[in-house]
C-alpha cells in the first residue's frame, strides 16, 4: 500500500542518520507529537526555554549541534512532559545512540526533579500539611502566653503583728485612784475668773407661713403640693412654681384678665377679693384652669 492510500502515515521525514522502515527515533517522535499539538518550532522553544537551532538540532537527532548528553536527557524529558508523553522510551533510544549515560551531575539533578504527578502531588500535600502543622503549633504556643500573661497572680501571704502583751503593774491601786481615774477630767477654773457661765444658744424659731392678705386681688391657698401659673393678658408670667402644705401666694401687678392652673385643685384654696371661689366648675381631671377679670 501506498503512502497515498494510508492517510495515517507519517509525513515528518526520517531524521539524519534514521534508515527508512526503522522505527522512528526520539528526534523524530518528538517532532510528530509537536505537530499533533499544532505548535510550531519557535513556540516549543519559547516553552523550553532552549534556542530554536538546539530545538530543531533536538528533533533532527542531530547531536554534534547539542552540548553534551546530559543535557540533552533533560532537554529530551522536558520536551516529553511539556507535550504529555512518556520519557523513558525517548531516553532508552537516545541512550542507544550516544552510550549509557555516567555518573553525570546533570543526569542526577534531572532524576532528582523527575517527579511524576502523582508525586508531585504527594509532595504539594507534603508541603501544605507542614505548614498547617507549624501554624497550628505558633497559633497553641501564643494562647498560653496570653493564658500566662492574664492569669491572677496569688494573693501575698499576711503576716499577722505579733501580740504585745500586757505589762502587769507591780503596786496595786488603791479604792480612790481607781475611781479618779474612771472619772472624767474637768478643766480647772481660775479662782479669780469672773467670767460667767455661757449661756446654753436657743434654738432659732421656725419660719411661719405667709398671712393672706383678705384685700388681695387674687391670693391662692395650698394644703399639699401643687404646681401653679398665673400669667397675665401680655403673657407675662407672674407666677410659676411648686407650691407646698402651708403656701399662701398673691400675684402681684400684671395687666388682667390672669390665667390661673393648678395642677392639683384638690391641694388649693382661691379667694378674688376676699370672696371665696369654687373650683369645681372650672376643673378637669383634678386640673383647675380659669380667668380672673
Given at each position: 500500500?501506498?503512502?497515498?492510500?494510508?492517510?495515517?502515515?507519517?509525513?515528518?521525514?526520517?531524521?539524519?542518520?534514521?534508515?527508512?522502515?526503522?522505527?522512528?527515533?526520539?528526534?523524530?517522535?518528538?517532532?510528530?507529537?509537536?505537530?499533533?499539538?499544532?505548535?510550531?518550532?519557535?513556540?516549543?522553544?519559547?516553552?523550553?526555554?532552549?534556542?530554536?537551532?538546539?530545538?530543531?538540532?533536538?528533533?533532527?537527532?542531530?547531536?554534534?549541534?547539542?552540548?553534551?548528553?546530559?543535557?540533552?536527557?533533560?532537554?529530551?524529558?522536558?520536551?516529553?512532559?511539556?507535550?504529555?508523553?512518556?520519557?523513558?522510551?525517548?531516553?532508552?533510544?537516545?541512550?542507544?545512540?550516544?552510550g549509557a549515560p555516567s555518573s553525570s551531575v546533570v543526569d542526577?539533578?534531572?532524576?532528582?526533579?523527575?517527579?511524576?504527578?502523582?508525586?508531585?502531588?504527594?509532595?504539594?500535600?507534603?508541603?501544605?500539611?507542614?505548614?498547617?502543622?507549624?501554624?497550628?503549633?505558633?497559633?497553641?504556643?501564643?494562647?498560653?502566653?496570653?493564658?500566662?500573661?492574664?492569669?491572677?497572680?496569688?494573693?501575698?501571704?499576711?503576716?499577722?503583728?505579733?501580740?504585745?502583751?500586757?505589762?502587769?503593774?507591780?503596786?496595786?491601786?488603791?479604792?480612790?485612784?481607781?475611781?479618779?481615774?474612771?472619772?472624767?477630767?474637768?478643766?480647772?477654773?481660775?479662782?479669780?475668773?469672773?467670767?460667767?457661765?455661757?449661756?446654753?444658744?436657743?434654738?432659732?424659731?421656725?419660719?411661719?407661713?405667709?398671712?393672706?392678705?383678705?384685700?388681695?386681688?387674687?391670693?391662692?391657698?395650698?394644703?399639699?403640693?401643687?404646681?401653679?401659673?398665673?400669667?397675665?393678658?401680655?403673657?407675662?408670667?407672674?407666677?410659676?412654681?411648686?407650691?407646698?402644705?402651708?403656701?399662701?401666694?398673691?400675684?402681684?401687678?400684671?395687666?388682667?384678665?390672669?390665667?390661673?392652673?393648678?395642677?392639683?385643685?384638690?391641694?388649693?384654696?382661691?379667694?378674688?377679693?376676699?370672696?371665696?371661689?369654687?373650683?369645681?366648675?372650672?376643673?378637669?381631671?383634678?386640673?383647675?384652669?380659669?380667668?380672673?377679670?
Amino acid at each position: 500500500m501506498s503512502e497515498e492510500d494510508n492517510p495515517t502515515a507519517s509525513s515528518t521525514p526520517p531524521a539524519a542518520g534514521e534508515e527508512p522502515g526503522t522505527a522512528p527515533s526520539f528526534g523524530a517522535r518528538l517532532a510528530a507529537a509537536r505537530e499533533a499539538a499544532g505548535l510550531g518550532v519557535g513556540e516549543m522553544a519559547g516553552r523550553l526555554r532552549l534556542h530554536v537551532n538546539q530545538v530543531r538540532a533536538l528533533e533532527a537527532g542531530n547531536l554534534a549541534q547539542l552540548p553534551e548528553a546530559a543535557y540533552v536527557r533533560g532537554f529530551v524529558r522536558s520536551y516529553a512532559r511539556s507535550l504529555g508523553l512518556d520519557p523513558a522510551p525517548l531516553i532508552d533510544d537516545l541512550n542507544a545512540r550516544v552510550g549509557a549515560p555516567s555518573s553525570s551531575v546533570v543526569d542526577g539533578m534531572a532524576r532528582t526533579h523527575d517527579y511524576s504527578p502523582v508525586r508531585a502531588a504527594a509532595h504539594e500535600h507534603a508541603s501544605r500539611s507542614l505548614v498547617l502543622g507549624l501554624a497550628l503549633l505558633v497559633l497553641i504556643a501564643l494562647g498560653a502566653i496570653g493564658w500566662y500573661a492574664t492569669r491572677p497572680s496569688a494573693p501575698e501571704p499576711v503576716t499577722a503583728a505579733p501580740a504585745t502583751p500586757a505589762v502587769a503593774s507591780t503596786s496595786a491601786a488603791t479604792p480612790q485612784e481607781e475611781t479618779a481615774a474612771a472619772a472624767p477630767a474637768t478643766p480647772a477654773t481660775p479662782a479669780d475668773s469672773t467670767e460667767p457661765p455661757a449661756m446654753a444658744t436657743e434654738p432659732a424659731p421656725a419660719p411661719s407661713h405667709p398671712v393672706a392678705d383678705a384685700n388681695a386681688w387674687l391670693s391662692l391657698s395650698f394644703s399639699g403640693v401643687s404646681w401653679v401659673e398665673v400669667t397675665d393678658a401680655n403673657g407675662k408670667v407672674l407666677l410659676s412654681q411648686l407650691a407646698r402644705q402651708g403656701d399662701v401666694l398673691q400675684p402681684a401687678g400684671g395687666t388682667p384678665p390672669l390665667a390661673v392652673v393648678i395642677g392639683d385643685a384638690s391641694k388649693a384654696t382661691v379667694t378674688v377679693r376676699g370672696e371665696a371661689f369654687n373650683l369645681e366648675p372650672v376643673k378637669r381631671a383634678n386640673v383647675a384652669r380659669f380667668t380672673v377679670k
